[in-house]
């Protein structure tokens, strides 16, 4: 087969001609075009077989797209539905900052990096990114994985959220804390706590977290989004004559 991947973000391997991966013939049985940012994990049957790009690709017998890892820094937003402590449902935007660790994985010749223009990569670290999903995942029908390594590192730093969301009291939401002794905001302190819990966890699968953080808020109601359910309401004037004294 000849696969093509376009030159946009999250893009997913395309075949533009069809061919059998079973084949024997001289030659290599297919080709893979990426772009200077993009590198490829290839699998033959359910073994992990090696990483390649950018630019052209020859691929062997048996040898198949797992998928297209972006090289360059990946910003996400996303809307997600938390609890805080005391039980008041509110929805976050939370904007994250990560790109795949491009430094060498061990200093030995087998494991140099790979400069291709201005995206170094090390190939045991795309492995091992590859590796949170596994080498059988589900696909579409399409042959592409039915959830991105990008995915999945958002749903970690979700979670992560929400857990500390659930830590924090509305109250607490609104009014600064402290760190180290010195006043921070509420928002400042919560992305803290997400890196502390997140950044370590993620390095030890080659992902750089950048920033995970609360950016925005509202309060909702579970059965009605973007209206405030009953407690909320009668809390609220509570609330409001405490933010006016602050």
């Keep these: 087969p000849i696969i093509f991947v376009p030159n946009r973000p999250n893009a997913k391997a395309e075949t533009c001609i069809n061919g059998s991966v079973f084949q024997t013939f001289k030659g290599a049985p297919g080709y893979i075009w990426t772009n200077a940012y993009q590198v490829v994990g290839l699998t033959a049957g359910t073994n992990f077989s090696r990483v390649e790009g950018p630019g052209a690709i020859y691929t062997r017998r048996f040898e198949r797209v797992k998928e297209v890892m972006d090289l360059r820094t990946h910003l996400q937003t996303k809307e997600i539905d938390a609890i805080t402590q005391n039980g008041i449902p509110i929805r976050a935007t939370l904007f994250v900052s990560f790109r795949i660790d491009g430094s060498p994985f061990e200093k030995t010749i087998r494991h140099r990096l790979r400069y291709a223009g201005s995206f170094p990569y090390s190939r045991p670290r795309i492995q091992t990114v590859l590796s949170m999903e596994g080498v059988s995942a589900t696909?579409?029908?399409?042959?592409?994985?039915a959830?991105?390594?990008d995915n999945q590192v958002m749903r970690q730093i979700e979670e992560t959220a929400r857990r500390v969301i659930a830590e924090t009291s509305l109250e607490e939401l609104w009014y600064p804390g402290r760190q180290d002794g010195k006043e921070i905001s509420s928002l400042d302190l919560i992305a803290v706590?997400?890196?502390?819990r997140l950044a370590d966890f993620l390095q030890k699968h080659s992902i750089l977290l950048y920033s995970a953080r609360i950016v925005n808020y509202a309060l909702r109601s579970k059965?009605?989004?973007g209206q405030l359910d009953e407690i909320s309401v009668d809390r609220l004037p509570i609330w409001?004559?405490?933010i006016e004294k602050v």
Excluded: Y
Excluded at 139 to 145: A, E, I, L
Excluded at 193 to 196: A, G, M, Y
């Design 223 to 225: 059965d009605a989004p």
């Design 139 to 145: 696909r579409t029908s399409s042959g592409n994985p």
């Design 193 to 196: 706590k997400i890196r502390d």
């Design 147 to 149: 959830l991105r390594w």
């Design 240 to 242: 409001k004559s405490r």
